[in-house]
């Protein structure tokens, strides 16, 4: 089961878009509060590029709470954070984020209450019930999933999360060539065009242009 | 699980366990048919974990990599490339 290519397409520009107006592209970070800006937007933009679900409420509750991310806030409900984005041809948007981060911060505060609720399956204590216990840790808002629902979310999230990862080897891939290229004239090493493929933009709906691109000389990675 | 058998079939269920099972690196090489709850959670619990290593490392990478991000960089080329597409 693979992430749709929608997903992937959002959850590629969300990231770029929330890293470029954090702290990555300003030099005066140090290389932790980049990596943690990174993370961040990764994490951010998988769940708003997924949508509505349990596990991405949950995970930007979670986010929004972490002392560290207090400009995620301002980044998430669109306010503009005081900090020119050099880069950066359009603000962070997201039309939907306000209603996520509302709905979110209110299934937190419902749900907080039902965290010690009594567990009505006949299972407690055996090994299926302390791995389930374990899993509601590693799924975001599965503290108060149950049965069918936790089992659905995690295939969800499981879904998204390889869909991370993938976006994100290939990104890099593509960044490390064109630095090691980046006194040669190559255009476009094979990492990107696999990214861009990726993405779907529009190199390959120009045939003529995919079919010349393809042809060029293979570049090592 | 949960009995909610008024609402979600066992049929239901069992595509989902088989899905998720499917995921999982190690059920490539297995082709057996069910496997117990308490394995499949487990494994699905060390891929989880497993991922959000590999996304941490990455994230490691890639605040590397974008430690020279000027305006005139390829790799600012690049990810504006991205972003038009």
């Known amino acids: 089961m693979q992430a749709a290519k929608s997903f992937v397409q959002a959850f590629l520009k969300q990231m770029l878009l929330g890293i470029q107006l954090s702290a990555v592209s300003h030099r005066s970070g140090s290389l932790q509060e980049r990596k943690?800006?990174?993370?961040?937007?990764?994490?951010?933009?998988m769940a708003v590029a997924r949508g509505s679900k349990k596990w991405t409420r949950g995970l930007i509750a979670s986010l929004s709470k972490e002392e560290?991310?207090?400009?995620?806030?301002?980044?998430?409900?669109?306010?503009?954070?005081?900090?020119?984005?050099?880069?950066?041809?359009?603000?962070?948007?997201?039309?939907?984020?306000k209603n996520i981060v509302r709905r979110s911060l209110r299934f937190l505060s419902k749900r907080k209450s039902?965290?010690?609720?009594?567990?009505?399956?006949?299972l407690a204590?055996?090994?299926?019930?302390?791995?389930?216990?374990?899993?509601?840790?590693?799924?975001?808002?599965?503290?108060?999933?149950d049965g069918f629902s936790l089992l659905d979310?995690?295939?969800?999230?499981?879904?998204?999360?390889?869909?991370?990862?993938?976006?994100?080897q290939k990104l890099m891939t593509t960044l490390e060539a064109s630095k090691h290229r980046a006194d040669s004239n190559a255009q476009c090493p094979k990492a990107k065009l696999h990214l861009l493929a990726m993405v779907g933009s529009c190199y390959s709906t120009r045939k003529g242009l995919w079919k010349r691109l393809s042809k060029r000389p293979k570049l090592t990675l | 699980m949960s009995g909610r058998g008024s609402r979600i079939?066992?049929?239901?269920?069992n595509e989902?366990?088989?899905?998720?099972?499917?995921?999982?690196?190690?059920?490539?090489?297995?082709?057996?048919?069910?496997?117990?709850?308490?394995?499949?959670?487990?494994?699905?619990?060390?891929?989880?974990?497993?991922?959000?290593?590999?996304?941490?490392?990455?994230?490691?990478?890639?605040?590397g990599l974008m430690v020279t991000m000027d305006s005139n960089s390829p790799q600012a080329d690049i990810i504006r490339s991205l972003l038009r597409s």
């Not at chain 1, 943690?36 to 933009?45: C, E, N």
């Not at chain 1, 806030?73 to 997201?94: E, M, T, Y």
């Not at chain 1, 039902?114 to 006949?122: E, F, G, K, M, T």
Request: with cysteine; hydrophobic share 35%; glycine share 4%.
């Open chain 1, 153 to 168: 979310e995690t295939l969800d999230y499981v879904t998204c999360l390889q869909a991370q990862v993938d976006v994100m």
């Open chain 1, 125 to 145: 204590g055996t090994l299926v019930e302390k791995r389930t216990q374990v899993l509601k840790r590693l799924v975001p808002g599965g503290e108060s999933m």
């Open chain 1, 114 to 122: 039902n965290i010690r609720a009594p567990n009505s399956s006949v």
């Open chain 2, 9 to 13: 079939t066992d049929e239901e269920i």
């Open chain 1, 68 to 97: 560290q991310n207090r400009s995620f806030r301002q980044f998430v409900l669109g306010k503009d954070f005081g900090r020119p984005a050099k880069l950066c041809h359009s603000s962070w948007k997201i039309p939907r984020s």
């Open chain 1, 36 to 45: 943690s800006a990174i993370k961040l937007s990764a994490d951010v933009a």
């Open chain 2, 16 to 63: 989902l366990v088989s899905k998720l099972q499917s995921l999982l690196p190690e059920s490539r090489r297995r082709n057996t048919g069910r496997v117990s709850a308490s394995k499949l959670l487990k494994e699905t619990c060390t891929y989880i974990k497993s991922l959000h290593r590999e996304v941490d490392d990455l994230s490691d990478r890639l605040s």
